[in-house]
């Protein structure tokens, strides 16, 4: 007779998974893409460049922000995660996801405005004191992502429970 093992999850617990990150990108992936376009008076391409220019320029940048939600989420998720992940321990994997967005944010928007000249700021752009940087960036890498956790986890996946192995 064997003795009870670790748990085993039914496929329901992966369904749960997928669910939720097919729902946060649902989420992150418009909310980006719209956040880029409304703040774009806030940056010069948008008095110096062609509108071709700045519609790849707004597909680009979004394209970059969908690689930095998923980077963070699925960092977090290896560092955070459990296998009852979102029913259980979604806030231990929301708070860092969140936090390495808005650090990495933080770093690319120097890298790019005051080390590389990649794109700068107009004089509409309010900033960060002490980092110079735009704070639409940073306020976008804390509203959408909390909301696009928000979004997946609402539902958490409660009714799944793990199998018991018999004994």
């Known amino acids: ?37 409304a703040q774009l008076p806030l940056y010069t391409i ?5 509108p071709g220019k ?9 394209g970059g922000d969908v690689l930095i939600a998923g980077a963070s989420l699925m960092g977090a998720l290896l560092l955070f995660g459990s296998a009852r ?26 890298h790019n405005t005051e080390v590389r000249g990649s794109w700068a700021y107009s004089s509409l752009m309010p900033t960060l004191p002490g980092t110079g940087t735009g704070l639409t ?4 890498w804390l509203v959408i992502p909390i909301a696009a956790f928000w979004w997946a ?11 018991e192995e018999p004994s």
């Open 153 to 163: 986890c609402r539902h958490r996946a409660s009714q799944f429970k793990p199998i």
């Open 85 to 110: 992940w979102p029913d259980e321990h979604h806030i231990a994997v929301a708070a860092p996801a969140v936090a390495a967005g808005l650090a990495y944010t933080v770093f690319s928007e120097w």
């Open 46 to 50: 948008w008095y110096e460049e062609t």
């Open 137 to 140: 960036p940073f306020l976008q």
């Open 54 to 62: 700045i519609v790849f320029a707004v597909l680009h940048c979004t």
């Open 1 to 37: 007779m064997m003795g009870p093992g670790p748990a085993r999850w039914s496929d329901g617990a992966s369904a749960a998974w997928l669910a939720t990150l097919r729902r946060y990108l649902a989420v992150a992936i418009p909310a980006n893409f719209v956040w880029e376009a």
